[in-house]
């Protein structure tokens, strides 16, 4: 039984961060699991802040908005300096070190890799940012199996973007098996 | 969740009907066969998907689809509109469906002439619906009251932001509660739905359809921008489990066919134009036949005739949820997204040993007076979370008459930001 495990995705508009909630909620029903998923964002549609919460539980969840997290992805220093203060004890923090240079806070399980970069480098854009940290995400936090992730990816992204971001996402899974052997 | 009680008291079968929908999708063990089974090819047409599957699937969705969705269920077959933030996905699936299924979708110049079209288009035989935010629901207020005095069945939809004026597009508020109510000029009553989740938001759109028919008035559905733009895995009711009202044809001949008929009884006949049966439709204060009328006789008729289909119908119409009532002290009373804060904060709250209990309007008007009394009786304190200024408390305490209304305690917030479960965690620690 899962209990209530509340995730934000922050960033700003134009990164994908709401459909990165949404791939993550999708997924999440897909494992059978209850879910909400919301987000706030300005009215623009690039730039400004952006943010999408996910809840996955296997109890019925009352309150839809993340206010404790169990995990925090801040893909801006603007969200990271924001949210982190709600980042719950032994809550998991991952950053990515393109735009995130200072972290006011220590979290104790602090991922950060620089998606931003290695995707422009490596799947030749950075329009997949949002799903190569959203697959790492899930690798480390186990919160929705590959599977179900994947089947999300191909059902939430246009077909014309389907190769592309599944390359994403198995390079996300890379990063996070290979993360754990880098550095302890 | 075995030891939640809640329970909707209404008696009658419409909403009968409804429970059962909602306690037969909640059955563990059915939602779990049913999870989709996925066809990538398939998303393309997820309501073709939902449509032609006998069982549905649980998946994810937006409050905003699943008023479309419900409305397409509820047999709405026109829709004219100017989209708007946060309503706009309404208007997007309904653009895309309509037509497909030999309904109508007409984007309008602006509110006024959306909801004349829809006004217009259900005097023709359609059951006809538009939804909009709060600017556009503050132009619909003259064709709202006109839908209401000519008794023309309609449906509108506004998903609420943050006001006055175009204010915060993306920000939730629920500053439309009193307007839904007294929006319209002269003074006539009206039927506000209220839901708390995706899932609701599809049965009380059908809800709403069904009512407007019922009644033949408009009828208001507010969302929170939070419940429009929410989504969450539901598995809406297999279509043999939705009940929908259709409006009946008159028998009588031509002749004798009165369009505003005293004689009471729900359903009642109501032509379409084209059907054969002559009829005047005006705003004007008019007699049974529909034509203008200065007769201080025919002007009290018409005026009883609209209040007492309301007021004679308060139990059928009114729907609340009670949640862990029965031994509270405390008591909260909220709508929409709010009462979502609420549930979460009365299970910290009874963790720690507080008996707090919601009470929930589904229906906001007419006013659940009889449930919010009752609550009044049992409690020493009621709290009343609510995005905006003091729209919810003032009805409680108009209810509380002469008894002191001091242990009446609000929460108010007017920033775009939800009242958090914690808001209301340390409101019920500072009142013990």
Same mark, same amino acid.
């Given at each position: 039984m899962l209990k209530p495990y509340e995730i934000r995705l922050s960033g700003s508009g134009g990164q994908g961060l709401i459909l990165a909630g949404i791939i993550l909620a999708r997924a999440a029903v897909l494992d059978k699991h209850k879910v909400t998923q919301t987000q706030s964002y300005g009215?623009? &549609?690039? !730039?400004g802040y952006s943010r999408a919460d996910v809840i996955i539980s296997d109890s019925e969840i009352y309150f839809p908005e993340a206010t404790n997290f169990n995990c925090l992805l801040a893909l801006t220093q603007e969200a990271c300096d924001k949210y982190l203060y709600d980042l719950r004890d032994n809550g998991i923090l991952i950053i990515d070190t393109t735009f995130v240079k200072n972290l006011a806070l220590a979290a104790d399980n602090t991922y950060d890799l620089p998606f931003t970069e290695i995707a422009q480098e490596q799947l030749g854009g950075t329009i997949s940012t949002n799903v190569l940290s959203l697959a790492f995400l899930s690798k480390v936090t !186990?919160?929705? &199996?590959d599977k179900s992730l994947e089947t999300s990816i191909v059902e939430s992204v246009r077909p014309a973007f389907k190769d592309l971001n599944i390359k994403a996402m198995k390079l996300g899974f890379k990063l996070a098996e290979e993360y754990d052997s880098n550095r302890s | 969740m075995q030891e939640k009680k809640t329970s909707k008291t209404t008696k009658n079968p419409e909403v009968m009907q409804e429970k059962k929908i909602s306690t037969a999708t909640k059955s563990p063990a059915a939602t779990e066969d049913k999870v989709a089974a996925v066809n990538p090819a398939k998303t393309e047409s997820k309501l073709s998907e939902l449509q032609n599957n006998l069982e549905r699937k649980t998946i994810i969705m937006q409050g905003n689809e699943a008023v479309a969705y419900g409305a397409l269920d509820a047999g709405v077959n026109f829709f004219a509109g100017y989209p708007i933030t946060p309503s706009t996905e309404v208007a997007e699936i309904l653009a895309a469906e309509l037509p497909k299924r030999g309904g109508t979708f007409i984007q309008m110049e602006d509110e006024i002439a959306s909801i004349c079209a829809i006004t217009g288009a259900s005097l023709a035989g359609a059951k006809a619906l538009t939804a909009t935010s709060g600017p556009g629901f503050s132009l619909m207020q003259e064709g709202i009251g006109f839908a209401k005095i000519t008794e023309t069945p309609c449906v509108v939809v506004n998903v609420q932001r943050m006001g006055p004026s175009t204010g915060m597009p993306t920000s939730p508020a629920q500053g439309d509660i009193m307007q839904s109510r007294?929006? #319209?000029?002269g003074d006539s009553p009206a039927i506000v739905l209220y839901p708390e989740s995706v899932k609701e938001s599809y049965e009380l759109t059908i809800r709403a359809v069904n009512l407007s028919e019922k009644y033949r008035t408009c009828v208001v559905l507010l969302l929170d921008e939070v419940i429009g733009h929410m989504r969450e895995s539901v598995r809406l009711p297999d279509m043999a489990n939705v009940r929908v009202i259709n409006r009946i044809k008159p028998t009588v001949p031509p002749h004798w066919y009165k369009h505003y008929d005293e004689n009471q009884k729900y359903l009642s006949p109501l032509a379409s134009y084209g059907d054969g049966y002559h009829f005047h439709v005006t705003g004007l204060t008019h007699d049974s036949q529909g034509f203008p009328t200065n007769k201080a006789v025919e002007a009290g008729d018409m005026m009883d005739r609209l209040r007492k289909k309301i007021t004679y119908n308060i139990r059928d119409l009114v729907q609340i949820e009670s949640h862990e009532m029965d031994d509270a002290n405390i008591a909260i009373f909220a709508a929409g997204i709010t009462a979502r804060a609420a549930k979460a904060a009365i299970s910290m709250a009874r963790e720690e040993g507080f008996k707090v209990g919601l009470l929930r309007p589904l229906t906001i008007w007419p006013f659940p007076d009889d449930a919010v009394r009752k609550m009044l009786r049992n409690v020493e304190t009621v709290i009343v979370p609510e995005l905006n200024q003091g729209q919810l408390i003032r009805e409680i305490r108009r209810l509380t %008459? $002469? %008894?002191? $209304? #001091?242990?009446i305690v609000s929460i108010q917030r007017v920033n775009g930001q939800l009242i958090t479960p914690n808001d209301i965690l340390r409101k019920i620690k500072e009142v013990i």
């Amino acid at each position: 039984m899962l209990k209530p495990y509340e995730i934000r995705l922050s960033g700003s508009g134009g990164q994908g961060l709401i459909l990165a909630g949404i791939i993550l909620a999708r997924a999440a029903v897909l494992d059978k699991h209850k879910v909400t998923q919301t987000q706030s964002y300005g009215p623009e &549609s690039r !730039g400004g802040y952006s943010r999408a919460d996910v809840i996955i539980s296997d109890s019925e969840i009352y309150f839809p908005e993340a206010t404790n997290f169990n995990c925090l992805l801040a893909l801006t220093q603007e969200a990271c300096d924001k949210y982190l203060y709600d980042l719950r004890d032994n809550g998991i923090l991952i950053i990515d070190t393109t735009f995130v240079k200072n972290l006011a806070l220590a979290a104790d399980n602090t991922y950060d890799l620089p998606f931003t970069e290695i995707a422009q480098e490596q799947l030749g854009g950075t329009i997949s940012t949002n799903v190569l940290s959203l697959a790492f995400l899930s690798k480390v936090t !186990g919160i929705v &199996s590959d599977k179900s992730l994947e089947t999300s990816i191909v059902e939430s992204v246009r077909p014309a973007f389907k190769d592309l971001n599944i390359k994403a996402m198995k390079l996300g899974f890379k990063l996070a098996e290979e993360y754990d052997s880098n550095r302890s | 969740m075995q030891e939640k009680k809640t329970s909707k008291t209404t008696k009658n079968p419409e909403v009968m009907q409804e429970k059962k929908i909602s306690t037969a999708t909640k059955s563990p063990a059915a939602t779990e066969d049913k999870v989709a089974a996925v066809n990538p090819a398939k998303t393309e047409s997820k309501l073709s998907e939902l449509q032609n599957n006998l069982e549905r699937k649980t998946i994810i969705m937006q409050g905003n689809e699943a008023v479309a969705y419900g409305a397409l269920d509820a047999g709405v077959n026109f829709f004219a509109g100017y989209p708007i933030t946060p309503s706009t996905e309404v208007a997007e699936i309904l653009a895309a469906e309509l037509p497909k299924r030999g309904g109508t979708f007409i984007q309008m110049e602006d509110e006024i002439a959306s909801i004349c079209a829809i006004t217009g288009a259900s005097l023709a035989g359609a059951k006809a619906l538009t939804a909009t935010s709060g600017p556009g629901f503050s132009l619909m207020q003259e064709g709202i009251g006109f839908a209401k005095i000519t008794e023309t069945p309609c449906v509108v939809v506004n998903v609420q932001r943050m006001g006055p004026s175009t204010g915060m597009p993306t920000s939730p508020a629920q500053g439309d509660i009193m307007q839904s109510r007294w929006g #319209s000029h002269g003074d006539s009553p009206a039927i506000v739905l209220y839901p708390e989740s995706v899932k609701e938001s599809y049965e009380l759109t059908i809800r709403a359809v069904n009512l407007s028919e019922k009644y033949r008035t408009c009828v208001v559905l507010l969302l929170d921008e939070v419940i429009g733009h929410m989504r969450e895995s539901v598995r809406l009711p297999d279509m043999a489990n939705v009940r929908v009202i259709n409006r009946i044809k008159p028998t009588v001949p031509p002749h004798w066919y009165k369009h505003y008929d005293e004689n009471q009884k729900y359903l009642s006949p109501l032509a379409s134009y084209g059907d054969g049966y002559h009829f005047h439709v005006t705003g004007l204060t008019h007699d049974s036949q529909g034509f203008p009328t200065n007769k201080a006789v025919e002007a009290g008729d018409m005026m009883d005739r609209l209040r007492k289909k309301i007021t004679y119908n308060i139990r059928d119409l009114v729907q609340i949820e009670s949640h862990e009532m029965d031994d509270a002290n405390i008591a909260i009373f909220a709508a929409g997204i709010t009462a979502r804060a609420a549930k979460a904060a009365i299970s910290m709250a009874r963790e720690e040993g507080f008996k707090v209990g919601l009470l929930r309007p589904l229906t906001i008007w007419p006013f659940p007076d009889d449930a919010v009394r009752k609550m009044l009786r049992n409690v020493e304190t009621v709290i009343v979370p609510e995005l905006n200024q003091g729209q919810l408390i003032r009805e409680i305490r108009r209810l509380t %008459k $002469d %008894k002191n $209304d #001091s242990n009446i305690v609000s929460i108010q917030r007017v920033n775009g930001q939800l009242i958090t479960p914690n808001d209301i965690l340390r409101k019920i620690k500072e009142v013990i």
